[in-house]
């Protein structure tokens, strides 16, 4: 009988990602609803076993634990093998991913190899006895598509950000598991995994974002835009493609169309005009900033606060106004 | 290099959708239609393989689609960028299930011995980001999605894809497929005679096998509009006023 629900535990270089905490989150709602366990996975180098606690906080019942070198890259052929094998034995309900790049790598990886339904960037969701359904944005986020999966299992893969983590404390019992397959006969290597030198935060993870476009002039002034990401300390730097053609900022920092598609409770867009293809990656923003020189910029007709000027002027200022009232809070 | 390069045809996105009546589709009377964004850069980046061959006459780069007869045209377009020969799977319903349109085109690649299979890392429609992965697992072939850069070298794929903050660097033997994700090349622009060109370059039209969907659409709506935007000063006086509203209206401060 299928109860369980399983939820795979993003890591990445031996640190466990936000990721992780949202699919186990999400699992322990489902399963806290229909009963049976939660069982997260975490695959990694010597060591990842660490970071059970945290899954346990989260709502883990089990912890399976694959800890083995070949796994210190991404491995996705035998990460991919390993957890179809794990639920091809039957018992889970649902099987969580996030869409992070690795989530939107494995998941379509797995649910090909178990030949179960497959929903990715889910905002929504309801796991029933033999189907589930989802609503998934689609069109640029311009149409809301509901679906139903027709499986006993349903493989979700959540849109970054859908589920809040939540402590949730259950046993966390760690069962050690091994690769099903020779981790090092897979075809697809990860050589290397190279950090960016952007900020700390993940542009899916942060709760603001503050974002810079043509209108910066020129890559030194992105300062302005980092100083004012790091006076709110919960930031990350994001870009419009306009910035990333010019090199100014890394092709990741791209948000819009053929970019990251965010929705942080913030996002200031500095001297940016507004495209359609910028605004498909952020207008689900909750709350949206402009600051434009010129009043009939596009970008003001989403803004929910705009500010007609010049931002190489008017940041320096708003950085140390929110400087002081974080000092205040 | 036998090169297959998989398109689809999606709406232009530079428009306000509306909802067919039947609540299942979008009302696309009046909508243009374009190859889809992604699937543009594939082709681009399998013409650009094809050039750096020794002798590019020798190699084939392939389009595919799976759709009604529409479809041709996007072949067509494909073709006048300079792919050598496009094949129709045909089918007039839409299918949602990536797993279903996966498996059809899988069938056709299939018999075509390909070098290097090319998907687009989602197409701009429907979204599903999974259809190349799970082509290539029914395939029992080796994939690399979402590559921002690639290069072909002695038989290997050589590959980079961004994630959060970092990217990765992936290898992996051909034969293989790959999704494709923005940076990795722009599209071209179909010159007069590549449109010329095209319309004599063979199109076949074979009937898609296509399964029952285990994910279906259940309706399309629209999402909940945004208020109008509201501009609350000029230049830099304005910035206490906009800390006063994040602090107090949008609590976000
Ligand atoms: C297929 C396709 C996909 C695309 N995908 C994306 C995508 O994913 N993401 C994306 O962002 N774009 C994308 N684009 C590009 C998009 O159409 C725009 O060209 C781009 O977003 C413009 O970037 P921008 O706002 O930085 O630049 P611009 O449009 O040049 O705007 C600059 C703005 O800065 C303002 N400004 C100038 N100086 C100042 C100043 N001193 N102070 C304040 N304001 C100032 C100007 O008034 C102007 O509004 C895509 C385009 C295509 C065709
Ligand atoms: N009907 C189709 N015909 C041909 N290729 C398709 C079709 N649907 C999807 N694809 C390919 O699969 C990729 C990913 O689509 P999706 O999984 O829907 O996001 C697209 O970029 C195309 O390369």
Redesign the pocket.
Known sequence: MASNIFAFAESRGGELRRAALEAVTAARGVADATGGQVHAMLAGDAGIGAHAAKLGAAGADVVLVLENPAFGNYNPEALAATIAARLSTGGYRAAFFVSSAQGRDLAPRVAAKCALPLAVDVTEFTVGGDSATVKHPGYTGKVIQSFTLKSATAILSLRPGAVLPKENAKAGTIEQISSIIDPRSSRVVVTETVKGTGAKLDLGEAPVIVS??????EASNFKLVEDLAAAFGNAAVG???????EGWRPHSD???????LVSPQLYI??????????L??MRTSKTIVA????KE???FKIADYGIV??????LPVLTAAVKEAKKGA | MKIAVLIKRVPDMDVRFKIAASGTNIDESGLKFDIS?FD?YAVEAALQIKEKQADPAASEVVVISLGPDVVQETLRKAMSMGADRAVQLKHDAPVHDSSAIAAALAAELKLGSYDLIMFGRMSIDTANQSTGPIAAELLALPIVTAISKLEIDGGKVKARRELEGAYELIECPLPAVVTID?GIARPRYPSLKGIMAAKKKPLEVKPANVASERYTLDKMELPPERAAGRIIGEGKDAVPELVRLLKEEAKVL
Do not use: F, Y
Request: net charge negative; hydrophobic share 30%; glycine share 20%.
């Open positions: 810079g476009g043509r209108g910066l002039k870009a419009t493609r306009a910035v990333t053609d791209q948000i819009g169309q053929t970019g990251r867009a500095c001297g940016i005009s507004g495209a359609i293809q910028h498909a990656g600051i434009n020189k010129d910029a596009p970008i000027g010049d931002c190489l002027e008017i | 964004d543009g923005e």
